[in-house]
C-alpha cells in the first residue's frame, strides 16, 4: 500500500482496516475523516499514548476498564469534565490526556 499510481488501495493486508480498529479500541473513530471530528466510543485499551509532532503526546486512559466495566461513565480532557460526544483533530494535535471513567 502506498499514495501512488501503482499503490494498492483498499487491500486490508496492508493496514488500512487496523487503523480503523484501533481508532475504534482507543475510544474515537473518524465517522468523516473530512471535518476532523472523531466520535467516542468505548475503548478498549487500559491506556495508549500517541506521540505527535514537537514532542508532544496524547494519552487514553480507560479507567476501571474490565470486562464488567465495559461502558463510558464520564470523560476528562486534561483534567476538566468533557461533555461533546466528539474531539477534534486539532484538539489531539495540541497534545493531552483524555480519561475515560468506565462502568
Known sequence: ????????CGNDDCG???AWYM???????PVNPVSGD????APQLPKIVLHLAD?????????????EHKYVDSIM??????????????DILKGGT???KMK
Open 1 to 8: 500500500y502506498k499514495n501512488k499510481p501503482d499503490g494498492l
Open 16 to 18: 488500512q482496516m487496523s
Open 23 to 29: 481508532f475504534s479500541a482507543m475510544g474515537f473513530y
Open 38 to 41: 472523531y466520535v467516542f466510543g
Open 55 to 67: 514532542g508532544k503526546t496524547f494519552t487514553v486512559i480507560a479507567e476501571n476498564l474490565l470486562k
Open 77 to 90: 480532557l486534561n483534567g476538566e469534565p468533557y461533555t461533546k460526544n466528539t474531539i477534534s483533530h486539532e
Open 98 to 100: 483524555l480519561v475515560y
